[in-house]
């Protein structure tokens, strides 16, 4: 199969079977697109991965822009796996593929012959990727939803204000975080593959990525037996280190060890601060941290929001405005990171990771559905 611009990347020559759906492996199936991968995405009739249906927001030709945020660099075709046909081109394309990854629920491919045992009979070199919820023993039958990861895990216990209610994620955290897990395991099975010619099996779920992704709060659990509380905007172990209003806004002000503070409190001309003992190190800031915020608010009271900004980046603090996404579209591209590009003129976030030798390419748009199936079928036959 041809590319419209040939794959360059590390990944160039590797075919990748992509048998998931929503976000989490279609994330993790874009990001070994970026990298050269050649992607079949395989779609149900009659609608597709279910994000094509996913709206509004929608592009300008009618596209839900949550699947084009996930789909860029792909192939899709539609196949129909309860039609005898069509699974043969399945089992085909799981043969002939170097990577496969699925997100049904555990044991759900197993009546196809789709399964890790099947697929790896016929190609034993397969790099095979399962994605679910809550694992598979005793969460196999759990639907696998990012809401549902961030509730149980925790995470809603720890967002939102002390006298709120809990409150998720503005993203699908979870999701993102899974899907960056099966990359890095699919890479490391790929490595694993080229030293020794054996496949494997990598399983990832949302619930244990979701442990994972909340780094400190499990650990001030499993290593001091504190059970988190929501703080709002505020930080248990570091202040300041949140949202502090000016003259006329909010600006987040970071000092996150003794240096920082003490450039922050010369920018604020404020010496008395490092005289006062109770702010001495940072275990004393966070203890007295209601009073320290009063005399805080008093300085930044004295100017707006952009005038401190301006102060402060120059004395070397930590800071920043609240922003919305296109502003932080529009500040990515001011500061040279080039944050968007347009494959096929469909735009989307470039990959984070930039390369000294391999770098990503964008060459495909996020496919219509079922775009590439006649080409596929021809490769499969040839």
């Known amino acids: 199969m041809d590319d419209d611009a040939p794959a360059t990347g590390p990944l160039a020559g590797v075919v990748v079977a992509d048998f998931s759906r929503i976000l989490a492996g279609p994330y993790a199936t874009m990001l070994l697109a970026d990298l050269g991968a050649t992607v079949i995405k395989v779609e149900g009739p009659p609608t597709g991965d279910d994000t094509r249906t996913w709206t509004p927001p929608v592009s300008d030709d009618g596209t839900a822009t949550y699947y084009l945020s996930i789909n860029r660099n792909k192939r899709s075709i539609v196949l129909d796996l309860a039609d005898p046909g069509d699974l043969d081109v399945a089992h085909r394309l799981a043969a002939r593929a170097d990577v496969m990854i699925e997100n049904f629920k555990p044991g759900g ?17 397969v790099v095979y990727c399962s994605i679910s919820g809550f694992g598979t023993a005793g969460g196999a039958a759990l639907p696998g939803y990012d809401l549902l990861a961030q509730a149980v895990s925790g995470l809603m216990s720890v967002t939102g204000e002390p006298d709120g209610g809990p409150t998720k994620a503005g993203v699908a955290l979870f999701d993102v975080t899974t899907g960056l897990h099966a990359a890095i395991a699919i890479l490391a099975a790929l490595h694993h593959r080229e030293r020794t010619g054996e496949g494997q099996r990598v399983e990832t779920n949302l619930l244990s990525a979701a442990l994972s992704g909340l780094v400190n709060h499990t650990s001030a659990y499993l290593a001091a037996d504190v059970v988190p509380r929501r703080m709002g905007n505020a930080h248990a172990s570091l202040f300041p280190y949140e949202p502090l209003p000016t003259g006329d806004g909010d600006l987040i002000v970071i000092a996150a060890n003794d240096n920082q503070w003490r450039r922050l409190v010369g920018a604020l001309e ?24 009063v005399l805080l608010l008093e300085r930044l009271a004295t100017r707006s929001a952009q005038e401190w900004f301006d102060i402060l980046t120059a004395a070397g603090v930590p800071c920043g405005p609240i922003n919305t996404v296109e502003q932080g579209i529009a500040l990515a591209d001011r500061l040279g990171l080039e944050p968007v590009v347009s494959p ?18 964008y060459r495909r748009p996020p496919p219509a559905l079922g775009a590439d199936g006649d080409e596929i079928r021809a490769w499969l036959e040839d």
């Open 344 to 361: 096929g003129g469909a735009p989307s976030v470039r990959s984070p990771v930039t390369y000294s030798a391999t770098p990503p390419s």
């Open 270 to 293: 404020a010496p008395e601060l490092l005289e006062d003992p109770r702010f001495g190190s940072m275990g004393e800031r966070n203890t007295h941290r209601d009073a320290l915020r």
């Open 109 to 125: 491919l197993v009546r196809f012959g789709l399964d890790h045992a099947s697929v790896a009979a016929t190609n034993p070199g």
